[in-house]
């Protein structure tokens, strides 16, 4: 029996390297070479898993496998030995969500103004649309790279399940090693998981071209994938759908780019009864209780954001606290998980630099992640995901022979990996770390005797040679060949120069002195050096800032709860018959107003004084388009009702806020105007902190967006590409939907479900209402014959600014009318808009609304409905009604809100003067008995806002002198969700501002 030390290991990877197993079907260019992979490994410490710790133990693997592993293991005799005393052997990392070995993804550029693309141009029998690709082996398009391979090798890992991340149904992953052999050897398992996101990737298909619209298709492709099982013939062989059913027995992972669209994937899943496994974007632990509650695993990235550089204080004017919290914050997600007891894996996706992938993970352990989870994140828990903990993940028995070699415990600031074992195969990362001269010798120089004292690591020693008097000594090393030199203090210019092997307890060798005369030397080591305490232990970090309720600037510790409430000695304007009551008292309980009188008392309400002040209903917007993300318009199609805001809620937006300080307590989200049937309204309640499902306004009615004009038929574009391009084509389109909703419901079973058609005959049914984007007399008339010729009722014409043209047509039809209060001469259509409009429609009798399809106007709701007022002497109590209860009867809520009556949702606001005056600030806006905005205590906010923004500038500049790599600073700018967001072609103020921004690769290390 042969054992190898260090000094061998150079030769031994070499050959394992090149000489590899011969494989049976291909040639060999060579002479005939097998190995049997036959070694032990001896004296190790060996980390079987996170949980199990072998001392002194030793690990055999013979042809690629593991054979044993343990402390009394026999040595075979066939087996070359290698020795290990104070190494670790780990099982190699696994990867569960990577690319390696794909080639790279170029996204589609799609512009509005390019020829459509209505359906894929993938040739074969697949699916309608280019990003569903359900079809894709990614095993078939691996391709060994080596160099890629080299880098993860170097990091700890062995495997990875890897597939191209394009497309929202993106196919299959693959199981392979990082070995460097034909793709046939490294292949491990053919099929690991099936992939999915909301990016259409590489498609160069119009649809979908919005966030809603993903989702949408994903949920159509759904319920086509379970049509598809009975085999209709009037679909031939559709590969996609197919695939997409036969994958449905594999680890599902959906790759998400924020924490809300972890919800949004968890929701489709919980639809369809599948439980996703979610690739994370590295935010989650802002919302980790709404992670916990979708019981789903994670695959979370190290994928830090990089230290901005502020040093200069005008540009950081423009970058946002919820940015650089989550700078400060982001390496704490690991933890969260931890603590809250969410399964996950960890992945080097995502890192620009592949080389930080251990010290954010260092980083991460230092800010809470246990060294036990974190292995488990990257041994045992994707393993065990992607259905291969028969394989990899951990050392037992039978399972491919991963692993690698350290000097230390992994995770430790200053252990290194000296070699990974792949397929038993070893590849050497920092081999000259095997060994470590530090210790002190006792040296024999010819007939002379003296000390010998190296500290510090290979390739930054430090010694002395210490006889008479103390020396200094250079000290160089490669592999087993050890060189010193030194000069006396006699006489520097005479250099006396040693070399010698180590043998893993003493050097000995020959060397010459300045003389020139040749001597022995041996130096024996006869202490070891004192372990080095940041070998077993990591720096503990600063505090940091707390997760606020919602993730911005204006958010709190805690989200703020419902309070019963007694109003006292207000004005109270109630929308009932009671008026306008001078020195009133509204008393709140649970939520709901429980009385409105004199001399109310309540010894559980809190007192809020309203001497002085007024109080009204909340205000209710009507049209409005902010809290949704991804595009509010789904523009590639002349109807897209199948697109849902409820899909795209954005609880984090901070116009919410805003209008809160404005008075405003629910807000009609819809889409946008920029196609004929657009996609399902959400009526929101501004319950700010709140998730997207705790802000959706239960048990209403539900809406939906239609439009007509040159928004619909794109009078921007002189070579529109989309149907219809006339207002008579506008009118065809809608006549073609109905039509066709009509024929689908004489449909008998088992016809295919569909999501567009079903929420038509919703329409038809009246069982979901529109909200119709119009300006222009006649094609008012036109939408509203063909209501009448499908039965339906058209329920809001918005916008309506030649509504007075035909107010009476309205009120027969029963259509509602919101508008703007002097909107005018913006565009051709509305050149005829008067300011006496609301008024005018109301004095007829439509039911009148004021809205503002602004997120700025939103916050002077109150004013705009003033100013009807003004133009056309309308009463006081009648323009308040036109932004609270009109509004909330034209959405069928007015049983809930709108007014301030008894059993009513507490939504309220407390006005510091005259709510249609100009002067009128709203000191407290209320909604279900919850104070969600405080005038005086955002007067703290806002100080508080300022200070810790100070204090995370100070920490960044503190980080950037400590030597963290730094990016430019760059705005933070949130877009503006627009009703005609798709026809802003030119160069606005968002394009200028774009242009500045920082390659996402760029600001995460």
């Known amino acids: 029996m042969k054992i190898f030390s260090y000094r061998s290991l150079g030769v031994i990877l070499f050959f394992l390297a090149q000489g590899l197993q011969a494989q049976v079907t291909f040639p060999i260019n060579d002479v005939a070479n097998p190995r049997a992979g036959y070694y032990a490994f001896v004296h190790a410490t060996v980390v079987k898993d996170a949980k199990t710790t072998l001392q002194n133990a030793t690990l055999v693997i013979k042809q690629g496998r593991i054979e044993a592993v343990g402390t009394s293991v026999a040595i075979p005799k066939d087996a070359v030995v290698i020795e290990c005393k104070g190494k670790f052997i780990y099982p190699s990392f696994v990867d569960a969500f990577s690319d390696y070995g794909m080639e790279a993804v170029t996204a589609s550029n799609y512009s509005y103004r390019a020829p459509s693309q209505m359906i894929s141009n993938t040739k074969g029998p697949f699916s309608w649309n280019q990003a569903l690709k359900s079809e894709v082996e990614h095993v078939k398009h691996f391709a060994v ?149 979708t019981k789903a695993a994670f695959i979370l990235p190290l994928a830090f954001p990089q230290t901005i550089d502020v040093d200069d204080p005008t540009d950081m004017r423009f970058v946002n606290v919820a940015e650089l919290k ?80 350290s000097n230390g415990p992994v995770f430790a600031e200053k252990s290194a990996i000296i070699e990974n074992w792949v397929q038993g195969s070893g590849y050497a990362v920092q081999t000259d770390l095997w060994t470590n001269l530090a210790g002190t010798y006792q040296v024999t120089l010819g007939a002379n005797a003296a000390k010998l004292v190296i500290q510090g690591e290979p390739g930054s020693y430090k010694a002395s040679l210490m006889a008479s008097d103390t020396t200094q000594v250079d000290v160089t090393q490669k592999d087993q060949l050890v060189n010193l030199g030194y000069t006396s203090k006699a006489d520097k210019s005479q250099r006396v120069r040693l070399t010698g092997s180590y043998d893993g307890s003493s050097i000995s060798g020959t060397g010459q002195l300045a003389s020139g005369n040749w001597i022995s030397w041996k130096a024996i080591r006869s202490e070891a050096a004192k372990s080095d305490s940041s070998m077993a232990k990591v720096t ?190 506008v009118e065809q389109v809608l006549t073609d939907a109905f039509t066709r909703a009509r024929d689908y419901e ?20 009246k069982k979901r209402f529109i909200t119709c984007h119009s300006y222009v007399q006649s094609e008012i008339n036109s939408i509203l014959k063909v209501a009448d010729k499908f039965g339906f009722t058209v329920n809001t014409l918005t916008h309506i600014l030649e509504g007075y043209k035909v107010a009476d047509k309205m009120k027969a039809h029963g259509a509602n009318a919101s508008t703007f209060a002097d909107w005018w001469n913006y565009k051709m259509e509305v050149l005829d808009a008067i300011p006496q409009n609301a008024a005018i ?31 056309a002497g309308m009463s006081e109590e009648d323009a308040l ?116 921004f920082i390659d996402e690769d760029h600001i995460n290390e």
């Not at 669209?261 to 496994?277: C, H, M, P, S, T």
């Not at 079973?749 to 005959?761: A, M, V």
């Not at 806006?925 to 100070?954: H, N, P």
Request: aromatic content about 6%.
């Open 145 to 293: 790279n080596e160099s890629k391979a080299k880098d993860l090798r170097k990091l700890g890992f062995g495997a990875v399940s890897t597939s191209q991340p394009d497309g929202i149904s993106r196919g299959t992953s693959a199981l392979v090693s990082l070995a460097k052999d034909r793709e046939n050897m490294v292949v491990l398992k053919e099929k690991t998981a099936a992939h999915f996101s909301f990016e259409k990737g590489s498609s160069t298909q119009d649809y979908p071209g919005s966030l809603m619209g993903s989702v949408a298709l994903l949920r159509q492709n759904f319920l086509d994938a379970q049509w598809y099982k009975s085999k209709p013939a009037q679909e031939g062989l559709n590969l996609s759908l197919d695939r997409f059913n036969q994958n449905a027995g594999l680890p599902q992972i959906f790759a998400v780019t924020e924490k809300w669209n972890v919800l949004r994937a968890d929701k489709i899943g919980d639809e369809f009864g599948v439980q996703y496994i979610i690739k994370g974007s590295g935010d989650e632990y802002q919302r980790i209780d709404e992670m916990k509650a």
């Open 881 to 996: 009604k036109m932004v609270t209860l009109n509004p909330a009867k034209m959405l069928h809520v007015a049983d809930r809100v709108g007014s301030i009556a008894t059993g009513k949702d507490a939504d309220l606001v407390i006005w510091s003067d005259h709510p249609l005056s100009i002067y009128a600030k709203s000191e407290k806006t209320i909604v279900d008995g919850t104070v969600v905005f405080d005038r005086a205590e955002d007067a703290k906010l806002q100080v508080a806002l300022q200070t810790e923004k100070q204090r995370l500038i100070q920490k960044m500049i503190a980080s950037k002198k400590g030597g963290a790599s730094t990016r430019p600073s760059a705005p933070s700018v949130k877009k503006q969700n627009m009703c005609e967001e798709d026809h802003n072609h030119d160069k606005s103020l968002w394009e200028r501002i774009a242009s500045r």
């Open 540 to 729: 503990k970090p600063e505090a940091v800032g707390d997760v606020v309720f919602p993730f911005n600037g204006f958010g709190q510790k805690t989200i703020a709860k419902q309070e019963n409430l007694l109003i006292q000695h207000a004005t109270v304007w109630t929308n009932e018959k009671q008026g306008v009551l001078k020195d009133a008292d509204v008393l709140v309980k649970a939520g709901k107003i429980v009385q409105v009188g004199k001399g109310l008392k309540d010894p559980s309400a809190r007192i809020v004084d309203g001497t002085g002040k007024h109080v009204t209903a909340g205000i209710i917007d009507e049209h409005s388009h902010v809290g949704a993300t991804g595009g509010i318009n789904e523009c590639t199609q002349s109807v897209t009702a199948e697109a849902r805001i409820a899909d795209v809620i954005d609880p984090d937006d901070v116009d919410i806020y805003r209008q809160l300080s404005g008075g405003v307590t629910a807000s009609h989200i819809l889409h946008g105007s920029c196609n004929v049937i657009g996609g399902q309204t959400q009526l929101l309640k501004f319950r700010w902190g709140q998730n997207a499902e705790a802000l959706k306004f239960a048990n209403w009615d539900p809406f939906i967006k239609f439009a007509l004009g040159e928004n619909v038929k794109r009078s921007w574009n002189t070579s529109n590409p989309r149907f219809p391009d006339t207002r008579m084509g």
């Open 746 to 765: 004489k449909q008998g079973p088992g016809k295919r479900i569909d999501l567009e058609l079903e929420t038509l005959l919703e329409i038809l049914n």
């Open 841 to 871: 429609m109301q004095a007829v009798g439509v039911n009148v609304a004021i809205n503002s399809d602004d997120a700025e106007m939103a916050r002077r709701l109150n004013q705009e409905a003033a100013k009807s007022i003004k133009y």
């Open 326 to 405: 989550h700078w400060e914050l982001a390496p704490t997600n690991p933890a969260a998980f931890e603590k809250a007891n969410i399964s996950f894996a960890l992945t080097a996706n995502g890192l620009k630099d592949v080389t930080t992938f251990l010290p954010n993970l260092r980083k991460a352990i230092q800010y809470g992640l246990s060294e036990q989870k974190a292995l488990e994140a990257l041994t045992t828990t994707p393993a065990q995901l992607l259905g291969v903990a028969d394989l990899v993940g951990s050392l037992d028995q039978g399972k491919v022979a991963n692993f690698f070699i």
